[in-house]
Protein backbone atom coordinates (compact mmCIF):
# COMPACT_ATOMS: atom_id res chain seq x y z
CA UNK A 1 0.00 0.00 0.00
CA UNK A 2 2.35 2.36 1.13
CA UNK A 3 4.62 1.23 -2.02
CA UNK A 4 1.34 2.62 -4.82
CA UNK A 5 1.21 5.50 -2.99
CA UNK A 6 4.73 6.38 -3.37
CA UNK A 7 4.51 5.35 -7.41
CA UNK A 8 1.21 7.65 -7.36
CA UNK A 9 3.34 10.30 -5.50
CA UNK A 10 6.68 10.10 -8.05
CA UNK A 11 3.70 10.33 -11.05
CA UNK A 12 2.62 13.21 -9.94
CA UNK A 13 5.71 15.29 -9.36
CA UNK A 14 6.76 13.88 -13.12
CA UNK A 15 3.47 15.03 -14.17
CA UNK A 16 4.09 18.26 -12.92
CA UNK A 17 7.60 18.68 -13.80
CA UNK A 18 7.15 18.01 -17.86
CA UNK A 19 4.02 20.59 -17.21
CA UNK A 20 5.77 23.44 -16.06
CA UNK A 21 8.88 22.49 -18.52
CA UNK A 22 6.62 23.56 -22.06
CA UNK A 23 6.06 27.35 -21.92
CA UNK A 24 3.83 29.18 -24.53
CA UNK A 25 4.47 32.45 -25.60
CA UNK A 26 3.00 35.08 -27.22
CA UNK A 27 5.02 36.36 -30.19
CA UNK A 28 5.63 39.92 -29.38
CA UNK A 29 4.29 40.26 -25.99
CA UNK A 30 3.85 42.41 -23.93
CA UNK A 31 5.20 45.14 -25.42
CA UNK A 32 3.36 44.37 -29.26
CA UNK A 33 1.72 41.49 -30.60
CA UNK A 34 2.12 40.01 -34.13
CA UNK A 35 2.61 43.59 -35.62
CA UNK A 36 4.00 46.23 -38.08
CA UNK A 37 5.77 47.47 -35.33
CA UNK A 38 7.62 45.13 -33.14
CA UNK A 39 11.45 43.97 -33.77
CA UNK A 40 11.25 40.24 -34.04
CA UNK A 41 14.93 39.91 -34.00
CA UNK A 42 14.88 41.79 -30.66
CA UNK A 43 12.17 40.12 -29.34
CA UNK A 44 13.60 36.32 -30.05
CA UNK A 45 17.15 37.26 -28.12
CA UNK A 46 15.03 37.53 -25.05
CA UNK A 47 13.79 33.90 -25.37
CA UNK A 48 14.77 30.41 -25.48
CA UNK A 49 12.20 27.77 -26.87
CA UNK A 50 12.70 24.28 -26.52
CA UNK A 51 11.10 21.59 -27.39
CA UNK A 52 7.56 21.08 -26.18
CA UNK A 53 7.06 24.91 -26.24
CA UNK A 54 4.39 26.47 -27.71
CA UNK A 55 4.10 30.38 -29.62
CA UNK A 56 0.97 32.37 -30.47
CA UNK A 57 0.12 34.74 -32.95
CA UNK A 58 -2.46 36.83 -32.13
CA UNK A 59 -3.35 39.95 -34.31
CA UNK A 60 -6.48 40.74 -36.45
CA UNK A 61 -7.11 38.46 -39.20
CA UNK A 62 -8.35 40.99 -41.49
CA UNK A 63 -5.24 42.99 -41.21
CA UNK A 64 -2.52 39.71 -40.85
CA UNK A 65 -1.96 36.53 -41.12
CA UNK A 66 0.77 33.90 -40.43
CA UNK A 67 2.63 31.99 -43.07
CA UNK A 68 5.36 29.07 -42.22
CA UNK A 69 8.48 29.14 -44.49
CA UNK A 70 11.68 27.76 -45.15
CA UNK A 71 14.48 29.58 -44.67
CA UNK A 72 14.84 30.50 -48.49
CA UNK A 73 11.15 32.35 -48.38
CA UNK A 74 12.31 33.89 -44.93
CA UNK A 75 15.37 35.67 -46.25
CA UNK A 76 13.08 36.57 -49.84
CA UNK A 77 9.97 37.83 -47.76
CA UNK A 78 8.31 34.87 -50.15
CA UNK A 79 5.37 32.25 -48.74
CA UNK A 80 5.34 31.18 -52.49
CA UNK A 81 6.69 26.91 -51.14
CA UNK A 82 4.78 27.69 -47.78
CA UNK A 83 4.46 25.15 -45.44
CA UNK A 84 1.84 25.92 -43.72
CA UNK A 85 -0.69 29.29 -43.21
CA UNK A 86 -2.52 30.34 -40.06
CA UNK A 87 -5.47 33.11 -40.62
CA UNK A 88 -7.32 32.74 -36.99
CA UNK A 89 -5.94 35.74 -35.23
CA UNK A 90 -4.65 33.58 -32.35
CA UNK A 91 -2.75 30.28 -33.67
CA UNK A 92 -0.83 28.30 -31.65
CA UNK A 93 2.20 27.06 -33.39
CA UNK A 94 3.93 23.78 -31.52
CA UNK A 95 8.16 23.85 -31.68
CA UNK A 96 7.76 20.53 -31.31
CA UNK A 97 11.26 19.83 -32.16
CA UNK A 98 14.68 21.00 -32.57
CA UNK A 99 15.36 23.18 -35.14
CA UNK A 100 14.76 26.61 -36.72
CA UNK A 101 11.51 27.75 -37.54
CA UNK A 102 10.54 30.57 -39.86
CA UNK A 103 7.62 32.40 -40.15
CA UNK A 104 6.32 35.77 -42.38
CA UNK A 105 3.04 37.77 -42.93
CA UNK A 106 1.68 37.19 -46.43
CA UNK A 107 -0.32 40.52 -47.20
CA UNK A 108 2.19 42.58 -49.44
CA UNK A 109 4.77 44.22 -48.30
CA UNK A 110 4.41 43.49 -44.42
CA UNK A 111 7.01 41.12 -44.30
CA UNK A 112 9.24 43.56 -46.61
CA UNK A 113 8.84 45.99 -43.41
CA UNK A 114 9.55 43.38 -40.53
CA UNK A 115 6.69 41.10 -39.91
CA UNK A 116 8.69 38.23 -39.84
CA UNK A 117 10.48 35.94 -37.57
CA UNK A 118 12.87 33.31 -37.13
CA UNK A 119 12.69 30.90 -34.41
CA UNK A 120 15.23 28.76 -32.45
CA UNK A 121 14.20 25.72 -30.85
CA UNK A 122 17.74 24.21 -28.54
CA UNK A 123 17.72 21.40 -26.66
CA UNK A 124 16.12 21.84 -23.27
CA UNK A 125 17.90 20.59 -19.91
CA UNK A 126 14.72 18.68 -18.59
CA UNK A 127 12.70 16.74 -21.87
CA UNK A 128 15.79 16.90 -24.43
CA UNK A 129 13.31 15.20 -27.04
CA UNK A 130 15.04 13.40 -29.89
CA UNK A 131 16.40 15.96 -32.85
CA UNK A 132 14.88 14.81 -35.77
CA UNK A 133 15.54 16.92 -39.55
CA UNK A 134 14.10 20.55 -39.49
CA UNK A 135 11.25 19.23 -41.13
CA UNK A 136 8.63 18.89 -38.47
CA UNK A 137 5.08 19.90 -38.79
CA UNK A 138 2.95 21.32 -36.03
CA UNK A 139 1.55 17.73 -35.86
CA UNK A 140 4.40 16.05 -34.42
CA UNK A 141 4.13 14.04 -31.20
CA UNK A 142 5.92 16.17 -28.51
CA UNK A 143 9.14 15.34 -26.88
CA UNK A 144 7.15 15.17 -23.63
CA UNK A 145 5.17 12.29 -24.53
CA UNK A 146 8.26 10.28 -24.48
CA UNK A 147 9.74 11.84 -21.70
CA UNK A 148 6.70 11.24 -19.63
CA UNK A 149 6.92 7.71 -20.67
CA UNK A 150 10.81 7.40 -19.33
CA UNK A 151 10.24 9.38 -16.27
CA UNK A 152 7.33 7.24 -15.34
CA UNK A 153 9.62 3.55 -15.56
CA UNK A 154 12.00 5.32 -13.50
CA UNK A 155 9.36 6.43 -10.60
CA UNK A 156 8.30 2.72 -10.65
CA UNK A 157 11.55 1.70 -10.59
CA UNK A 158 12.76 3.81 -8.04
CA UNK A 159 9.29 2.38 -6.17
CA UNK A 160 10.15 -1.07 -6.20
CA UNK A 161 13.14 -0.39 -4.10
CA UNK A 162 11.44 1.04 -1.19
CU1 LIG B 1 0.76 41.60 -41.83
Same mark, same amino acid.
Given at each position: ?????????????????? &? !?? $? @??? =?????? *? #???????????????????????????????????????????????????????????? &? !?? $? @??? =?????? *? #????????????????????????????????????????????????????????
Amino acid at each position: MAMAAAVLLAVAAVVMVE &V !AA $A @ATY =TVGAPA *G #LWDMQTDYAEWVKTKTFHPGDNITFTYSPELHDVVEVTEAGYDACSSANNISAFRTGNDV &V !AL $A @AVG =TRYFLC *G #LTGHCGNGMKIRVDVVAGGTAPGPAPAASSTTTAASPAVSGFGSGLLVAVVTAAFW
